[in-house]
């Protein structure tokens, strides 16, 4: 079956999302200290950490859930009681800044889909988050007009894991399982459901850390996008 549709994760997949929330999480500590806080930066961010898990278990596969404006609207509730508005939008502001101002693709990325759009794949990006947001991120790291197709999960209104968005995904590209390739970091939201529903998978793993858990399906792994273009032959042979 030759190979049809190309379909790529956003964040920790295009760009070092790791490094990038660091760097917003920094921003946003800074902006706190500001505050009269007197919290060390691991405090702030177990704050932070506890207020989005709280987030994230009532909001459950929605979109929603991965609002830093919620996550600083819970922590400040924690520390100060009340949600404060003015608080919450310069956290968030300094968080945004902090995170945006060093995005940029991974190594080899852009060659490797101008390639493979001059291959006449279909290409798309399916993503977790708001869609807003990841529009911001495709435009700085100079993808905006790269993709066929962009799917968040505000606009199924699932996340992935969730099979629906894998499966409006094939259907919007009119492609079988067997004609798409899909690519991303997380093995539990990426690599282990595509291989279910019976597309390729890829799995970027640049920090090549071992599999969380086994599966009975074949996979391919990376660690540099270099690697990609032989992996896909070797696909579509």
Not at 41 to 60: A, D, G, I, P, T
Not at 154 to 172: D, F, G, M, R, S
Not at 175 to 199: A, C, H, L, R, V
Request: net charge neutral; glycine share 4%; proline share 5%.
């Amino acid at each position: 079956m030759i190979i049809k549709t190309i379909i790529f994760d956003l964040d920790g997949t295009l760009y070092d999302y790791e490094r990038c929330h660091v760097l917003g999480l920094q921003q946003a500590y800074k902006q706190w200290q500001n505050m009269n806080h007197t919290d060390s930066f691991e405090e702030f961010q177990q704050l932070y950490r506890k207020s989005r898990e709280w987030v994230k278990r009532f909001l459950f596969d929605t979109p929603s859930s991965h609002s830093r404006a919620l996550y600083f609207q819970k922590l400040m509730e924690k520390v100060e009681g009340f949600p404060n508005t003015y608080k919450i939008i310069q956290l968030y502001d300094a968080y945004n800044n902090g995170f945006y101002k060093e995005l940029v693709p991974f190594p080899h990325l852009k060659d490797v889909i101008n390639e493979l759009k001059k291959r006449r794949f279909q290409l798309a990006v399916v993503t977790n988050m708001l869609a807003e947001i990841q529009y911001r991120k495709l435009t700085l790291l100079g993808l905006g007009d790269m993709f066929n197709f962009i799917i968040t999960s505000q606009a199924v209104e699932h996340e992935k894991p969730h099979p629906l968005i894998y499966a409006h995904t094939l259907t919007l590209t009119q492609s079988k399982p067997e004609e798409t390739i899909m690519i991303g970091d997380s093995f539990s939201d990426d690599i282990e459901p595509s291989t279910w529903i019976g597309t390729h998978a890829i799995w970027f793993n640049p920090k090549k850390i071992p599999p969380p858990l086994s599966i009975n399906r074949e996979y391919f792994v990376i660690s540099d996008f270099s690697q990609l273009l032989p992996i896909i032959d070797k696909i579509n042979s």
